[in-house]
Structure formats: C-alpha cells, structure tokens
C-alpha cells in the first residue's frame, strides 16, 4: 500500500469548514483513498473513501487531484465534536486470502476551537 | 445491532501472567482484526482473520495469539505478558467487498507491571 504524508496538527474554528490535505505521490491505479478518524481514547471511525472522483457524505466531503498524487478531506462546518486524529490511508481492494488489513501513519491531530 | 464489542474495558497484569481479550462482532462480517496503539502512535496491526478457521500475522503478532472458531468471536491471547505489551487494543471486523469501511471496537486498555 502506498505511504501517506499528513501534516502533524491543525486548528480550526468551529464553524468553518476544515481542510485537512493528504500527500500520496506514490498511489497505484488501483488504490483507494480512505479516511479514518479517532477522537480521544475511542476506536477508529471511518470518514469517506474515493477512488479517483470527487465523494460526500453526511460527515464529510473527500477531493483527490486529477493525478491523485494528493487528497484534501474537507469537514464543511466543523464542531467541537470533530476534535480529533484524523488518518489519510491509501490501500488497495482486499484480496479476500490477504484480509482487509489498514496501515495507520500518524494522522493529523485536529483541533477545533469555539 | 451491538456492533464491535471487547472486554474487558480496562486490565491490569503482572509480568509473566496470561490473559484473553475478548472481541465480538454481530454484523456477520468475515474480516476481523487485532491492533493495538501505543502512547502517541498510530495503530499497528497484531493479527487477522478472512474467516473461521483462518488466521494470519499483521506487523507486531510477537507474543500474540488468535483463534477464530466461529464468525462472531476473535480472542486475542497474551502468552506471557511483558511490559512491552501495555498498550490500547482495538478489535476491527468489516465485509469482504462493498466500501470496505472497517468498524472498530471500544477498546481494552491494558497495563503490564
């Protein structure tokens, strides 16, 4: 799976949108761009995942460049409540024999301020 | 649906003691998982199974052992626990196919002496 490069912290203000950026110049064809986040002492919770078109959600909205070499997640109106570490994790689809196995870098530690 | 579940919550050991951490899952997902996160880290995966009956070695499975006797369950044993061990761990399982999306539990949080 391709590394990930993520800026250590970042902080935001409640209520503005965050824009949290993703370097993976190394990312194959066939890789995916997940994004996980973990608030304090909690399990991972997944985000969004995108290939190479542009995805939203409910939580979240995820941009990858035309030549996918970087990701920008983008949280449009955050909250205290998005106070968290916030993983960029590029894999490829899981080959059922190798399980569906995630490699977690450091992330981006997220502060939102009132 | 009760999701990831993992017990205990919290446990204290003594070098040398052994213990289970308990992990379930009912959603019926094939892949479930082991890590575990040290101070300031990310998290590390210890093992993993595509299945009942089937169990493999993540990055740090050193000390470790599983078993996966049935789709719910997926123990985690500590041979012989080491200082080195106390760490937080997190029991993952997800499908096969669709978005892949990974669902995590609590976690135990576990202190070697």
């Known amino acids: 799976d391709a590394k990930t490069t993520q800026p250590p912290s970042m902080d935001c203000a409640e209520g503005r949108a965050a824009n949290l950026p993703c370097n993976h110049s190394?990312?194959?064809?066939?890789?995916?761009v997940y994004w996980y986040r973990q608030i304090h002492s909690q399990g991972p919770q997944y985000i969004i995942h995108?290939?190479?078109n542009n995805e939203t959600n409910e939580m979240a909205s995820l941009i990858i460049t035309e030549d996918r070499k970087s990701s920008t997640l983008i949280l449009p109106h955050a909250t205290l409540r998005d106070t968290a570490v916030y993983y960029c994790i590029v894999r490829a689809p899981p080959i059922k024999a190798a399980g569906n196995k995630l490699t977690f870098g450091g992330g981006t530690r997220v502060l939102v301020k009132p | 649906n009760a999701g990831v579940t993992q017990t205990p919550k919290f446990q204290v050991l003594k070098t040398g003691q052994s213990m289970t951490l308990q992990c379930a899952q009912d959603m019926n997902h094939e892949y479930m998982s082991w890590y575990r996160q040290d101070p300031g880290m990310g998290l590390r995966l210890i093992h993993y199974?595509?299945?009942?009956?089937?169990?493999d070695q993540g990055e740090v499975p050193n000390g470790y052992n599983v078993s996966r006797s049935t789709t719910e369950d997926f123990p985690l044993r500590l041979l012989s626990a080491a200082p080195s061990q106390t760490s937080v761990y997190f029991c993952a399982s997800g499908l096969a196919g669709g978005r892949n999306e990974q669902f995590f539990g609590p976690g135990t949080r576990l202190t070697v002496l």
């Open positions: 995108g290939l190479k």
């Open positions: 190394t990312i194959s064809g066939n890789e995916y």
């Open positions: 199974s595509v299945g009942a009956g089937i169990t």
